[in-house]
């Protein structure tokens, strides 16, 4: 009898341990690298909401890698080979500059593209939008496609609009690209271009000095991740050497800019979360179509607008989305 007991008891104690190890084997937390320039950037609480909605939560149910160049893309390759060594289960890019690092780095850890301005699949980044093969997948902007509304705009508030200064960065292929789109719209408007090219941050100095002594009627910021780490020095100095400034997202108007169109970034980022909510749980990036931004938003900084002289029509106050008085 004593046997038996003894017998019942252990194999309890075996079950036990059995189920609790495969209990913890259960509760593995995924882990995700996310690697960006700017460690302010709105973009990053944005996915931290996407990851709620979807019921993750930080620390908790799921742990994030946070890797930062700052205003140093020469560290990106570095970054992303730690991420890589880490052996996440997903790694996020939050700029085409991450990206191109990332790839270069692995070709086995899933990557989800959360803002590329350029052309994936004329880039060599993916095969196509339906079906991107590989381990890329994402979210894109499509910016190009905006630059001929974006100069629309600018001559309803600015009718005489004859020569735009256009801040760009000439090696990176989705500032080239939006730089060519914005040339061919240019043309069609019957508008003279004066390339500003930045390649680093102590060119923007130079480069507005360049547009104020050309006496350019105003400015367009071509969207480039360098360009949203100094958003707050360019549009300073465009305000103070009044410049009528249209730039790639609502940050440049929040930190000063006059006015922007783009797509919602936000919205964006918070749709990067859902990629990796389907990649953990079995979904192969090669698979997942990448999505272009359905919603584009028109913001206005009235108060830039009256300091440097401009008046924004009613036509145009009327569609816009957000208007900061």
């Not at 460690?39 to 994030?64: K, M, N, T, V």
């Not at 052996?87 to 700029?95: G, L, P, S, Y």
């Not at 465009?238 to 169109?261: D, T």
């Amino acid at each position: 009898m004593k046997q038996n007991i003894f017998v019942w008891l252990l194999t309890t104690i075996l079950l036990t341990t059995s189920s609790s190890a495969e209990a913890q084997q259960a509760k593995k937390v995924p882990r995700i690298g996310y690697l960006a320039g700017d460690p302010q950037a709105p973009s990053h609480e944005a996915f931290r909401q996407g990851l709620r909605d979807l019921g993750y939560i930080e620390g908790q149910s799921i742990l994030i890698e946070w890797r930062f160049a700052e205003d140093k893309p020469d560290r990106f390759p570095q970054l992303a080979t730690e991420l890589v060594r880490l052996k996440v289960d997903v790694i996020v890019a939050a700029n085409a500059a991450a990206l191109s690092a990332l790839k270069q780095a692995t070709t086995t850890i899933p990557i989800v593209m959360e803002s590329y301005g350029g052309d994936p699949v004329a880039d060599g980044i993916v095969t196509s939008f339906a079906r991107p093969g590989g381990n890329i997948t994402g979210v894109t902007p499509l910016d190009p496609e905006l630059s001929g509304k974006q100069l629309e705009l600018l001559k309803e508030i600015l009718p005489k609009l004859s020569r735009l200064a256009v801040m760009w960065k000439p090696d990176d292929s989705g500032s080239s690209l939006q730089w060519h789109e914005t040339q061919t719209a240019a043309t069609t408007l019957g508008i003279q271009l004066l390339s500003l090219e930045v390649r680093t941050s102590g060119e923007v100095d130079k480069a507005i000095e360049t547009a104020t002594r050309g006496r350019v009627d105003a400015l367009l910021v071509l969207r480039n991740p360098l360009f949203y780490v100094l958003r707050k020095r360019i549009v300073t100095l465009a305000e103070k050497s009044r410049l009528r400034g249209i730039y790639p997202g609502w940050e440049f108007v929040e930190a000063g800019g006059l006015m922007s169109y783009a797509a919602n970034n936000l919205a964006q980022y918070r749709r990067a979360a859902t990629y990796v909510d389907k990649i953990l749980k079995g979904s192969k990036p090669a698979d997942l179509p990448i999505e272009a931004p359905t919603k584009f938003e028109l913001v206005i900084n009235l108060k830039t607008a009256k300091q440097i002289g401009v008046t924004i029509p009613q036509s145009v106050l009327y569609r816009a989305d957000k208007v900061i008085k």
